[in-house]
């Protein structure tokens, strides 16, 4: 009982310390709440432990209900005003409910009982749009040990894993209580950071967590917005380019990022290039507004050289939209990045393009070109949030 009330008095002081404020105890001690949008988000769940002992808990009193086995699996299910775990002729209820290793292992939860992932720390519920959303509650440096492979490969120089670590780290920090309403921080998958749990953790990413503890980048006092891209191909997008309705910020201005030759550092991504087709009818089935298309052109591109302003013209109207909502409306799968020209054809169109990604902040294969050529993390992360600070707080 008192570890989960401690568990439960952190988190709670995760929440009221606010974005401007720094941690003031170890990373390890800070908790995150990861909404399991992805993973665990249905009417009906399954719940056990990989080894070990499980325990339920009520968290408004921190009473243990019940406990559970290895190999034991409990359907979850929302009856009326409660929670309720089935196992055979074990079954547990209340009106919150949390459950938690009780001496080691892994909690284990999914859609199926047969599908279960691992997580660390402990999970709670909450009911969305009908369904049973998964919380989990887990400490910082386990949430991006289990998001880092997610979101760079593994097998990546170690001074880009660190440069990666710092800005997920970062990230994480600005991004505390995004989804409030629904009781936690961060969901899963994007536009968060992609999240897998226990079974995604990879011991170079966790070495360069562990080598980063506690730092974060700093612009004004204040933990800045880290966001990163794919790649780049060769120049980074400001912020109000890449992302609609983004205010400027002076660290995601947008940077050069080619060594001394004039090579771009993520020119060793495969498939840098692409080529994307746009024919009339399908211009006019996504912008019906503009009518039979008669034209796209580029009305107007960023000094970093991505695509600013779009225009359409059809026989009942001219569409103009930023880039950054054309790529959106036909989808960022299809428009790889922001960086390309515009090439009329007889039936249509073609887009040439390079990079992938919205192309804001730090170039994750970039970031590999430069280690490769000798930066340290330190240097990576200066190159691409300029006029932020490095801090261990």
């Not at 941690?23 to 399954?46: C, F, H, M, N």
């Not at 060793?268 to 052109?297: H, V």
């Not at 730090?362 to 240097?379: D, E, V």
């Amino acid at each position: 009982m008192q570890h989960t009330l401690r568990t439960l008095w952190i988190g709670l002081l995760v929440l009221t310390i606010g974005l401007a404020g720094t941690p003031r105890t170890r990373d390890s001690d800070w908790l995150i709440r990861v909404g399991l949008e992805q993973a665990a988000w249905a009417k009906v769940l399954y719940v056990s432990i990989s080894e070990g002992r499980l325990r339920w808990i009520d968290p408004r009193t921190g009473a243990t209900l019940s406990e559970g086995i290895a190999g034991q699996v409990w359907e979850l299910r929302r009856e009326g005003r409660v929670y309720r775990a089935v196992s055979g002729q074990a079954q547990v209820q209340s009106e919150r409910l949390l459950v938690e290793p009780a001496e080691g292992g892994f909690i284990m939860v999914g859609t199926a009982p047969n599908a279960l992932r691992r997580y660390r720390g402990h999970l709670e519920w909450t009911e969305r749009d009908g369904k049973l959303l998964t919380i989990n509650w887990v400490r910082l440096d386990d949430y991006l040990k289990a998001t880092l492979p997610r979101e760079m490969p593994p097998n990546f120089h170690p001074e880009a894993l660190k440069a990666q670590a710092v800005a997920s780290r970062s990230f994480t920090f600005r991004r505390l209580n995004r989804y409030r309403q629904w009781g936690y921080d961060l969901c899963d998958h994007a536009p968060c950071q992609v999240y897998g749990g226990a079974d995604a953790e990879h011991p170079n990413t966790n070495a360069a967590v562990d080598a980063t503890a506690g730092e974060v980048l700093l612009f004004e006092g204040r933990v800045i917005e880290a966001v990163y891209t794919g790649h780049c191909g060769g120049h980074t997008a400001p912020i109000e380019v890449a992302m609609a309705g983004a205010r400027p910020l002076p660290y995601l201005a947008g940077v050069p990022d080619t060594d001394p030759s004039g090579k771009p550092y993520c020119s060793l991504a495969l498939n840098s290039e692409w080529e994307l087709t746009l024919t009339r009818e399908e211009l006019q089935r996504r912008f019906p507004q503009a009518g039979r298309i008669r034209a796209l052109r580029l009305a107007q591109r960023a000094p970093s050289g991505h695509a600013l302003q779009i225009e359409i013209r059809g026989d009942r109207a001219t569409v103009t939209l930023s880039g950054a909502e054309f790529r959106r409306a036909l989808g960022t799968g299809s428009i790889r990045s922001l960086a390309f020209e515009i090439q009329p054809q007889r039936d249509g169109w073609k887009l040439a393009g390079r990079g992938s990604g919205h192309g804001a902040g730090m170039c994750q294969w970039g970031a590999q070109g430069r280690a490769l050529a000798g930066q340290t993390y330190q240097q990576i992360l200066e190159a691409y949030y300029p006029g932020a600070t490095l801090q261990k707080r």
